[in-house]
């Protein structure tokens, strides 16, 4: 019964890193214990013929088994190495999938929300995109941060200084001039928009150059454990978070819902997928065998995680949409369709 062992060790709190972002320290709290290496160690067919997980991307010459390694011995601004192993756990294939879909682009590349830089580190040792990095911890300016590991089959650690600008996403006018970017990754953060995600969304459209590119992921809240936890009498929302109200999902999206909401702000969507973040079975569930026929239809969307590549090709629309807001007046609220 791995997925049931991994199911509960998922569970465990872990320790909060200090000046880490909340959604890395929710993941830390809720991610799993190192326990997980035990389970299967590539993406497969878990749930037997109603979901697998899509092939995983992996840098050429590199292994998975070597891609962990380095995670696991990461330390950010001198904490002790495997502080963020919960995260590894948790998060690792999602790594992977965000950098496949940029993974052949060139060009300037902005970052949101890096720290604590497995997604950056990819970025830059795997692709040729020029980084600019933007992190927010309650306050606006600069941060540089330190970042340690240990490279592949080397005795000796690197250390690098990673500098951000620091500012709030759905608040803030962002600190670029328009048509700057060629790609801007907005990657495990839409989830945490308290008021005005297309606030962010249109920002982002404004500092893309014309047709470039958004790589958008984001838990996906139709995913196969939420199906199955609504399915017996389980609540699927997020718990309040002790790191305030940006440490917790306040808004979860369907794969319907987050190509709407990029249409409507700009963007054509190129590619699309569901795909699970590390090892993962809702075998366990009782009722699974006698629902899964019922879900076949669905298989494509039933992944942890959305992961969209969209181009600025469109004009953002005045408003609000109104199958994602309400109890504005309503010549604000428009319809989508």
Same mark, same amino acid.
């Given at each position: 019964?791995?997925? !049931?062992? *991994?199911? &509960?060790?998922?569970?465990?709190?872990?320790?909060?890193?200090?000046?880490?972002?909340?959604?890395?320290?929710?993941?830390?709290?809720?991610?799993?214990?190192?326990?997980?290496?035990?389970?299967?160690?590539?993406?497969?067919?878990?749930?037997?013929?109603?979901?697998?997980?899509?092939?995983?991307? +992996?840098?050429? *010459?590199?292994?998975?088994?070597? #891609?962990? $390694?380095?995670?696991?011995?990461?330390?950010?601004?001198?904490?002790?190495?495997?502080?963020?192993?919960?995260?590894? !756990? !948790?998060?690792?294939?999602?790594?992977?999938?965000?950098?496949?879909?940029?993974? !052949?682009?060139? *060009?300037?590349?902005?970052?949101?929300?890096?720290?604590? =830089?497995?997604?950056?580190? @990819?970025?830059?040792?795997?692709?040729?995109?020029?980084?600019? @990095?933007?992190? =927010?911890?309650?306050?606006?300016?600069?941060?540089?941060?330190?970042?340690?590991?240990?490279?592949?089959?080397?005795? $000796?650690?690197?250390?690098?200084?990673?500098?951000?600008? +620091?500012?709030? /996403?759905? $608040?803030?006018?962002?600190?670029?001039?328009?048509?700057?970017? %060629?790609?801007?990754?907005?990657?495990?953060? #839409?989830?945490?928009?308290?008021?005005?995600?297309?606030?962010?969304?249109?920002? #982002?459209?404004?500092?893309?150059?014309?047709?470039?590119?958004?790589?958008?992921?984001?838990?996906?809240?139709?995913? @196969?454990?939420?199906?199955?936890? /609504?399915?017996?009498? &389980?609540?699927?929302?997020?718990?309040?978070?002790?790191?305030?109200?940006?440490?917790?999902?306040?808004?979860?999206?369907?794969?319907? $819902? @987050?190509?709407?909401?990029?249409?409507?702000?700009?963007?054509?969507?190129?590619?699309?997928?569901?795909?699970?973040?590390?090892?993962?079975?809702?075998?366990?569930?009782?009722?699974?065998?006698?629902?899964?026929?019922?879900?076949?239809?669905?298989?494509?969307?039933? *992944?942890?995680?959305?992961? /969209?590549?969209?181009?600025?090709?469109?004009?953002?629309?005045?408003?609000?949409?109104?199958?994602?807001?309400?109890?504005?007046?309503?010549?604000?609220?428009?319809? %989508?369709?």
């Amino acid at each position: 019964m791995a997925g !049931d062992a *991994g199911s &509960a060790v998922r569970r465990v709190a872990g320790k909060a890193l200090r000046r880490t972002p909340p959604s890395v320290q929710r993941a830390l709290r809720r991610g799993a214990s190192r326990l997980l290496t035990a389970l299967p160690p590539t993406p497969g067919a878990m749930d037997g013929a109603l979901w697998q997980s899509p092939p995983l991307p +992996l840098p050429e *010459g590199h292994s998975l088994a070597e #891609i962990e $390694e380095v995670f696991r011995s990461w330390s950010v601004n001198g904490q002790p190495v495997g502080h963020l192993d919960g995260y590894v !756990d !948790d998060s690792l294939w999602r790594f992977l999938y965000t950098w496949g879909l940029v993974r !052949d682009l060139s *060009g300037s590349c902005l970052e949101l929300g890096a720290n604590p =830089y497995f997604t950056t580190h @990819l970025l830059d040792e795997h692709t040729s995109l020029d980084l600019t @990095l933007a992190n =927010y911890y309650g306050e606006r300016g600069e941060a540089t941060e330190t970042v340690s590991y240990l490279p592949t089959g080397s005795t $000796e650690r690197v250390e690098k200084a990673r500098c951000s600008t +620091l500012f709030n /996403v759905e $608040e803030d006018t962002f600190p670029y001039d328009d048509d700057h970017f %060629d790609v801007v990754l907005f990657c495990e953060m #839409i989830e945490h928009m308290l008021m005005d995600p297309l606030h962010t969304l249109r920002e #982002i459209r404004r500092v893309l150059k014309p047709g470039g590119v958004l790589v958008l992921t984001t838990p996906n809240v139709a995913r @196969l454990n939420n199906v199955m936890a /609504v399915l017996n009498g &389980a609540n699927l929302y997020d718990p309040y978070s002790g790191f305030g109200p940006y440490g917790r999902h306040n808004r979860e999206y369907t794969r319907d $819902e @987050l190509h709407r909401v990029l249409a409507f702000t700009g963007y054509d969507v190129d590619e699309s997928l569901t795909a699970d973040g590390h090892p993962t079975t809702a075998a366990h569930w009782p009722h699974h065998a006698e629902v899964a026929p019922l879900l076949q239809g669905r298989r494509p969307d039933l *992944g942890h995680y959305l992961f /969209v590549r969209a181009r600025a090709t469109g004009v953002p629309r005045d408003g609000l949409p109104s199958f994602l807001f309400r109890s504005w007046p309503t010549d604000v609220l428009v319809d %989508d369709a």
